[in-house]
């Protein structure tokens, strides 16, 4: 399995409405195929000196292996969530993980 943990901090000035689009374009990538397990959050009230609360969305994907990420990288979806949002991100942090 391959883990992919996205964490996205969205720009100060991002709308409501910006990240209501922008939460719903990252719901459509559940819908490619080689996606096996599939999470998009926020953060937790949790209050730990351990526990990072200053992103915006976070987004959980687990593959079958790399080839299936390596699908999903490229797939017009992905593409597509890209080309339209990226311009809304701060800054992103990617984790993958085997």
Do not use: C
Not at 19 to 27: D, E, G, M, T, Y
Request: a negative charge; aromatic letters at 14%.
């Amino acid at each position: 399995m391959i883990a992919h943990h996205v964490l996205f901090w969205l720009k100060a000035d991002t709308t409501d409405e910006q990240k209501v689009a922008f939460r719903n374009s990252l719901q459509t990538l559940e819908n490619i195929d080689v996606v096996k397990t599939f999470h998009i959050g926020i953060p937790a009230p949790i209050e730990r000196a351990v526990v990072d609360t200053t992103y915006t969305f976070s987004l959980l994907l687990l593959f079958e292996d790399l080839a299936a990420h390596d699908v999903y990288q490229v797939h017009p979806l992905h593409k597509a969530f890209l080309d339209e949002f990226r311009v809304y991100f701060e800054k992103v942090i990617i984790y993958d993980a085997e």
